[in-house]
């Protein structure tokens, strides 16, 4: 197909810094709500010493080896790499006063390694984790005290990296917290409704000063949210069910809401009144959300189903989302259900709720790969994954979304989010390493790397139209 992708569309591929950098007390780093949760944000807490080992804290050793990444990425042509800052390099406990300089200094490392080849960063500020002494002595963001050390470390590495970074991220799916208490807000994960709203009101808050402290600093600089994308379909057109799904799809675009339009939706007036919650919100927390993003940015990996139906629910139960499978689509090994058309229908909805520029910053297929004798990794599922997707930005494009840019998740293997598993990969580039920890962790390219080369060089025009993973 031709390409439908404007002239100076960034590509690439996403990262966050606990799950590719490793040295987690290296350079004088502290603990973060990641590294107490070794097995994934869904495997608990596992309250540790330094030294106990858990597979994030090598991962894939990003931390000294980027530059050998950064030159695959390169060689992929990326023009644009996400990854996150480890809040905990720059304030080991978060509440510090002066920042730590070698945590500095790391960033500065990594963005001159970038620079080199021209690949523009895309930081995300907090993803999925923050310091855990902020956690344990203030009660994370239950602690509006928790606002203050947050804008400090913004303003710290806005000043320190203003002409090196211009696009910026402040929570990475920021409407997890619900799903997971701890690694969005540093709450406990039996925490109530109650606080883990009044939590989230006061980590939008510090998102809006961000985004504030940003636009003073940087000159030139473009700053967005970030959402879990989880658009959900009503299983029948029972108009219950309809109902049902339009408040289920609220709650998660609440978050958009607040961070694009500045202030709170008049929905959540009953949201918060049906379930007898109260939040504080101050005149000046109401001035300073007036503070809006640039552009939405959001993850993509699947849509799911609402129903009013009591059995499917009990059955569905337990699942990250509590959604009710789609009859009509395939799911990957993880049971993520494959529905490609569904990043069109987001975009759309997106563009025409907010009218802003969209970025998509995640967006793969997390699948076990088997190298061939030869040590080859021939990963066509995931390629006609995302050829897929791909041909449906590109119509969404076509329907007038304006897009800024797309960062595959996991261009590189990396340990997993969910269950810190390393057998779930994501990557173009395949690295030796097992969900023991075991293996060289040497870096070797996949059938996808030649291929997602070739979709770059070709701005989009190398996308097969009729090849189909599903849906
Ligand atoms: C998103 C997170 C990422 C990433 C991805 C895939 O929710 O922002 O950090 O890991 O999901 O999830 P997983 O790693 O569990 O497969």
Partial sequence: MNSPFPENFLWGGAVAANQVEGAYLTDGKGLSTSDVQPKGIFGGVVPRKNGDSGIKDVAIDFYHRFPEDIKLFAEMGFTCLRTSIAWTRIFPEGDEQEPNEAGLAFYDRLFDEMAKYNITPLVTLSHYEMPYGLVCKHGGWG????????????????????????????????????????????????????????????????????????????????????????????????????????????????????????????????????????????????????????????????????????????????????????????????????????????????????????????????????????????????????????????????DGVDVLGYTSWGPIDLVSASKAEFSKRYGFIYVDRDDEGNGTLERRRKKSFYWYQGVIRSNGAALKKAESSAG
């Fill in 143 to 398: 602690n509006r005290e928790t606002i203050v050390f947050f804008e400090r470390y913004a303003r710290t590495v806005f000043q320190r990296y203003q002409h090196k970074v211009k696009y910026w991220l402040t929570f990475n799916e920021i409407n997890m917290s619900l799903h997971a208490p701890l690694t969005g807000v540093g709450l406990p994960e039996n925490s109530t409704k109650q606080a883990i709203y009044q939590a989230i009101h006061h980590q939008l808050v510090a998102s809006a000063k961000a985004v504030k402290a940003c636009h003073e600093i940087i000159s030139g600089a473009k700053i967005g949210n970030m959402l879990l994308g989880g658009l959900l379909y009503p299983l029948s057109s029972k108009p219950e069910d309809v109902m049902e799904t339009l408040q289920q799809n609220r709650e998660w675009l609440f978050f958009g809401d607040v961070q694009v339009r500045g202030s709170y939706p008049a929905y959540m007036k009953r949201f918060f009144a049906d379930r007898g919650i109260d939040i504080n919100i101050t005149a000046e927390d109401r001035a300073a959300l007036k503070s809006t993003v640039d552009f939405i940015s959001f993850s993509y990996y699947m849509t799911g189903c609402v129903t009013t139906d009591e059995e499917l629910n009990r059955k569905a139960r337990g699942n990250i989302l509590s959604m009710v499978p789609n009859p009509h689509l395939p799911s990957s090994d993880w049971g993520w259900q494959i529905d490609p058309k569904g990043i069109r229908i987001l975009m759309n909805e997106l563009y025409d709720r907010y009218q802003k520029p969209l970025f998509i910053v995640e967006n793969g297929l997390g699948a076990y790969d088997k190298p061939e004798a030869d040590g080859s990794i021939n990963d066509d599922y995931r390629i006609a994954y995302l050829n897929d997707h791909l041909v449906q930005v590109a119509e969404a494009i076509a």
